[in-house]
C-alpha cells in the first residue's frame, strides 16, 4: 500500500494527516528488520541539486515523503539502526545526498547494483541499472521517462504516476535481495556481500567529505609544465632543422604576416601532437617503427629525437590531465570530490571524475590537496601488501625469511637468481652483504631491478613478452630470466601454476579466504571447445586466474581497513575524517592535537586488517602525519 507525505492532496491522503502518516510510518519501520529506501533529486551533484523525494518501506506498506515540504528526521533513528537492514540500489549516491540534506549517515545496508556486480563479477555484457534488476528478478518494466520528470518537476505537485513510481523502486529493491540472496547462497559469497556492503559506507563517506586543493599552487605547477613542454616542442624542431636526414620536414619559406616576428615563425611542418606526423619524421631514421603511442618507443629511447619526443608527451600530459582543465572538477562547496567504482573484475577499485588514483605519486600535484586549518594528514600504506600476499600464499621458505627479518626482498631474489655474478657485483661497504638490507652497488642495483620487475610482475600475470618490453631485453633474454627464477623459486612457481590450472579447468577463480571473491572467465566453455582460439583464450584465463586472487586479496584487505576505520571513526566520533584511498594507501584528515593519537589507532586497524587474510602476522602498515597529501 501506498502512503503519500506531501503537501498536495491525493486520492490516498490528505494535507492533515501528513505528520499522522509520518507517525504511523516510524512505529511500522521500527519493527521491520529489513526495509528499502530511495530517492529522488534534482541532479546528480549532491553539492549543489536538492534531495526532492525520499521513499521507505517494504514489500507491503511503502512511504513516499515529499522532501521539500516534510522533514525526514523523524526517520533518523531507523536510518541508524545498526539491527535493520536498508535496501539500495547504488547506496553511495542516496547516501550522499541524505546526509547532505539531513545530515543522517545510514548505517547497516544492502546495495543491490553491488551485490549483482559480485555474482557476474568477470562476466561481460550483464546489466546493473534498477530497471534491468527489476526486469530480471520481479518480471516487470521501469518507465525511465518517469525519472527524468524529477529534474524539471520545481514547485509542481507530484502525480499520481510519480508518486507510484517511487514507491515501486521501494517494493522492487525488496524482491530483489530476496532473489539475489538465494544466488549469494548457492555460491557461497555471504562474506564479500558483508565485506562490500560495508565498504560502500565508507567510500560514500570520502566522496562525501571530498579534499581541498590549493588553486594557487596548481597553477603554478601547471605553468611550469607548460613552459616545459613548450620547450620541448622547440627542441624537437631545432633537431628536426640540423638534422640532414630530416630536412625533408623543413619548410623551404616560410608566410608570416604584419603582426609575426619572423623569427617566431615555425621553420618545421611537423604537428608534434599528430602521432601519423610524428611517426612519418621518426621512419627517416628508424625504419622499422610501427607507431608512436605504445611502449615499442621506449626500445629507441637512445635517439635524442625520440629521447626528446618522450618527454614532450610526458609534460603534455601532465598539462592536459593536471592542468587548468583539472578545475572543471570543484563542485559547488569548493572541494574536488572523485566517484568511486567499486568492484573490478580483480575486486580493486578504480576512481573517475577526476581520477584520483592517477595523479602522480611524486607527490609534486598531491602536495596541492591540503588540509583544513588545523587539521592534518594521516595517511597509511601497506608495505609490500601483494608480495606479502605471493608470500603467504606460495610459502615460500625464502620469501617468509627475509619478510620475518625485514630484509630486502628484491636483493634476496636476486643474489638467488644471479648467483655468482651477483656475488661479483658487490663493492666494498656493500650494505646487503653486511644485513642484507638495500645497497647502492651500480652492479647489485641493475640486477636487483631486473627480479623486482619479476617480483610485482607476478601479481599482473607478467609473461616474458612483457618482461622484455619492460626491463628492455629481448625475448629469449626474458624467457631465461623467467626460468632461471622459477628454478630459484619452485613453491612460488607450483602456487601460480596451481592458480592457473583452477581457473582454466574449472571457469573461475576465487580470491583468498574468509572472503572468497568469484571472478567468473566470459564463455569459458566456448574458449575451451573452440579449438582455434583456445590456446590463446586459455593463456588469457590462466594469466587472469594467476594475478586475481593477488589482487583482488589486496583489494579485500584494503576495504576491511576501510570498514574498520570508518565504523572506528563513527562509534567514538573522533575528530577525523576519511579522504581518499588509492590501492593500498588509506589517506584520512584530523584534528592536529588528536593526530599522534590516531597514527598509532590507524596502524593497528591496518594491520588488524591486513590479518584478516595474510594471517601470519608479516604484513605491516606505515603510518605518517603531514600537512598535505602525499604518497
Not at 99 to 125: A, F, H, M, P
Not at 601 to 623: C, F, H, Y
Request: charged fraction near 25%.
Amino acid at each position: 500500500m501506498i502512503h503519500f507525505i506531501g503537501n498536495n492532496k491525493l486520492n490516498w491522503t490528505n494535507k492533515d494527516d501528513n505528520w499522522a502518516n509520518v507517525d504511523q510510518a516510524v512505529h511500522y519501520l521500527s519493527q521491520c528488520d529489513v526495509i528499502a529506501v530511495d530517492t529522488e533529486t534534482e541532479g546528480m551533484d549532491f553539492t549543489s541539486k536538492r534531495m526532492i523525494m525520499f521513499q521507505i518501506g517494504d514489500e507491503k506498506h511503502q512511504w513516499v515523503i515529499d522532501t521539500r515540504f516534510i522533514s525526514i528526521n523523524p526517520f533518523k533513528h531507523i536510518l541508524q539502526n545498526e539491527n535493520i537492514i536498508k535496501i539500495l540500489q547504488n547506496a553511495k549516491f542516496d547516501y550522499k545526498f541524505i546526509k547532505q540534506w539531513t545530515y543522517i549517515s545510514l548505517v547497516n545496508v544492502y546495495d543491490t547494483y553491488l551485490v549483482e556486480r559480485i555474482l557476474n563479477c568477470g562476466r561481460k555484457g550483464k546489466k546493473y541499472a534498477l530497471d534491468a534488476l527489476v526486469e530480471k528478478y520481479c518480471d516487470a518494466t521501469l518507465d525511465k521517462s518517469v525519472r527524468n520528470q524529477f529534474i524539471k518537476l520545481e514547485g509542481k505537485p507530484y502525480t499520481h504516476t510519480q508518486i507510484e513510481y517511487g514507491a515501486k523502486d521501494v517494493e522492487y529493491l525488496c524482491q530483489i535481495r530476496k532473489k539475489q540472496l538465494k544466488q549469494v547462497e548457492s555460491e557461497n559469497l555471504f562474506n564479500v556481500v558483508d565485506l562490500e556492503n560495508k565498504a560502500v559506507l565508507a567510500l560514500a563517506e570520502i566522496e562525501y567529505n571530498g579534499l581541498d586543493l590549493d588553486r594557487d599552487k596548481w597553477l603554478e605547477i601547471s605553468k611550469l609544465n607548460e613552459d616545459k613542454s613548450k620547450d620541448y616542442y622547440d627542441k624537437l624542431d631545432n633537431m628536426v632543422i640540423n638534422d640532414p636526414r630530416l630536412q625533408s620536414f623543413v619548410l623551404k619559406w616560410v608566410q608570416g604576416d604584419l603582426f609575426t616576428d619572423q623569427k617566431e615563425l615555425r621553420k618545421v611542418g611537423v604537428n608534434w601532437d599528430s602521432p601519423k606526423q610524428v611517426l612519418n619524421v621518426f621512419k627517416a631514421i628508424i625504419p622499422n617503427l610501427e607507431n608512436v603511442n605504445g611502449k615499442e618507443l621506449y626500445k629507441y629511447a637512445s635517439y635524442g629525437l625520440v629521447k626528446k619526443y618522450i618527454k614532450y608527451k610526458e609534460y603534455m600530459k601532465l598539462c592536459t590531465s593536471y592542468g587548468k582543465p583539472f578545475f572543471k572538477y570543484f563542485k559547488s562547496d569548493g572541494k574536488i570530490h572523485t566517484n568511486f567504482h567499486q568492484i573490478l573484475d580483480t575486486g580493486r577499485i578504480s576512481s573517475s571524475d577526476p581520477n584520483m588514483q592517477q595523479i602522480p605519486a611524486n607527490n609534486t600535484f598531491r602536495n596541492c590537496f591540503i588540509a583544513p586549518e588545523g587539521w592534518v594528514f594521516v595517511s597509511s600504506d601497506y608495505s609490500s601488501q601483494e608480495l606479502n600476499v605471493i608470500a603467504f600464499g606460495s610459502k615460500d621458505p625464502v620469501w617468509i625469511e627475509a619478510l620475518e627479518k625485514g630484509q630486502d626482498l628484491h636483493s634476496v631474489c636476486a643474489e638467488l637468481v644471479y648467483g655468482d655474478k651477483w656475488s661479483k657485483s658487490a663493492e666494498d661497504g656493500c650494505s646487503y652483504i653486511v644485513n642484507k638490507s638495500k645497497c647502492n652497488c651500480p652492479k647489485h642495483s641493475k640486477l636487483r631491478t631486473n627480479v623486482k620487475a619479476i617480483n610485482f610482475g607476478l601479481a599482473y600475470g607478467m609473461g616474458p613478452h612483457k618482461l622484455a618490453d619492460t626491463l628492455n631485453i629481448s625475448m629469449q633474454d626474458a624467457k631465461d630470466l623467467i626460468k632461471v627464477y622459477f628454478a630459484a623459486f619452485p613453491a612460488i612457481g607450483g602456487f601460480l601454476n596451481k592458480l592457473g590450472g583452477f581457473g582454466k579447468r574449472f571457469g573461475y577463480i576465487k580470491t583468498f579466504p574468509p572472503y572468497n571473491r568469484k571472478r567468473w572467465f566470459d564463455k569459458w566453455y566456448d574458449k575451451i571447445w573452440n579449438h582455434r582460439s583456445a590456446s590463446m583464450e586459455l593463456g588469457s584465463i590462466e594469466r587472469a586466474s594467476k594475478n586475481t586472487p593477488i589482487q583482488g586479496a589486496s583489494a579485500d584487505m584494503t576495504k576491511c581497513a576501510l570498514v574498520l576505520m570508518n565504523n572506528y571513526i563513527r562509534d567514538n566520533r573522533i575528530p577525523v575524517k576519511l579522504v581518499m584511498t588509492v590501492h593500498d594507501q588509506i589517506d584520512t584528515i584530523c584534528k592536529a592535537n588528536y593526530a599522534d593519537e590516531w597514527k598509532i589507532k590507524m596502524t593497528e586497524l591496518m594491520e588488524e586488517a591486513a590479518q584478516v587474510i595474510v594471517t601470519n602476522g608479516l604484513l605491516k602498515a606505515d603510518t605518517h602525519i603531514s600537512e598535505t597529501w602525499q604518497k
